[in-house]
């Protein structure tokens, strides 16, 4: 078995795909909107046919309000 697409919940498309490619050194591979929906994958410069990772926008309201934070 092997993992071709897993996706990643991101709060800002653009903010993620500015870290996993200048930060991480990842390839944006797919990037496409329909609507207000946007499609956007990396991966790995070294296997661009490999796993691809979904930079998703989490813009679920019960994920928001669950989302860890760190103590004050």
Not at 20 to 44: E, N
Request: aromatic share 12%.
């Amino acid at each position: 078995m092997k993992i071709k697409l897993t996706s990643v919940y991101v709060d800002d498309q653009d903010k993620a795909l500015r870290f996993y490619t200048d930060v991480l050194g990842f390839a944006k591979k797919t990037d496409f909107s329909h609507g207000p929906y946007r499609w956007l994958t990396v991966a790995s410069p070294e296997e661009p046919d490999g796993t691809e990772l979904q930079l998703a926008l989490n813009s679920n309201p019960a994920a928001l309000s669950s989302r860890w934070r760190p103590p004050t």
